[in-house]
């Protein structure tokens, strides 16, 4: 009973999903452990979707879509997932990773929302890293609206590797950019914020660190781990989040979708759910065959988009 009043709240949200009014990207900073914005120095924790890796999902990688996300699903964050070593990803194709990196970029910088420059990546790429970094910092470093996720999820990397590599990325940043905000991924697919929060980067301003969780998997021991690194003051956001299973199958799981969510709101932490793409696979947000253009209508979303819509949906009625 209780999952047929929420899919029916979720189904009625997503159908009147009008326009929202959303607060603008203001230039953002990091202060006493939390995401603020920089003027008023108050929580600004933002709540969006991430686009799924571009190099099977760049059709979605448009205007449209941006639009769509923000100004009826009530996104005030995109994030797009550059893919770096699978398929024609970055390595193999830089113009096309390029090409879609700017398009979002672009888009979200006219709708007024943050977007999310996201390295998505396994493995430890310092060089090709810092190439793309520092093209991105040249191009849009004085936007408001930027932030950089330099690392995705770290699978085997120790932290000190991962610290090393980001204080390099950082650094490169840091030279053209000397405000906007850089999340920092931790081992263990950024769950070990913990380990990361006993020693975290120093020298520079601005950094957040990453945790992503998947409802069907990560419970109360995660959430126990997220809270040590808040104790120890590290700032946290969460740049990927489902509600599925860490692999992006299985169900729905509402029961922990809502404890991370109401835990996420007492601490004014940020999330922003996996994935916007028609892949068929429970955590992919379209039924396959959804169209480019977004305006989707209901046959077009999942269960998962719909809880997504309906949390979204609640968060910008909370701060009308
Ligand atoms: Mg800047």
Redesign the pocket.
Known sequence: MKRFIIYMYTLLAAMSAGTTAIMGAE?LAVRSGKIVGAESGEPRPLHGVSLAWHHFADRYYNADVVRTLHRSWGADVIRAAVSVELGDGYLANPRRAMRALETVVEACIEEDCYVVIDWHCHHIRTEEAVGFFTEAARRW????N?IYEIYNEPENDTWSEVKAYAERVAAAIREI????IIIVGSPHWDQDVDIAADDPLTGYGNIAYSFHFYADTHRAENMERCDYALSKGLPLIVSECGALGRLGGGEVNYEWWGRWMQWAERNDIGWIAWSLSDKVETCSMLRHGAPAEGGWGIDDLKDWSLLVISSLKQKTNENR
Do not use: E, L, W, Y
């Open positions: 230039p470093g004085d936007k408001a930027v950019d000397p405000d906007n």
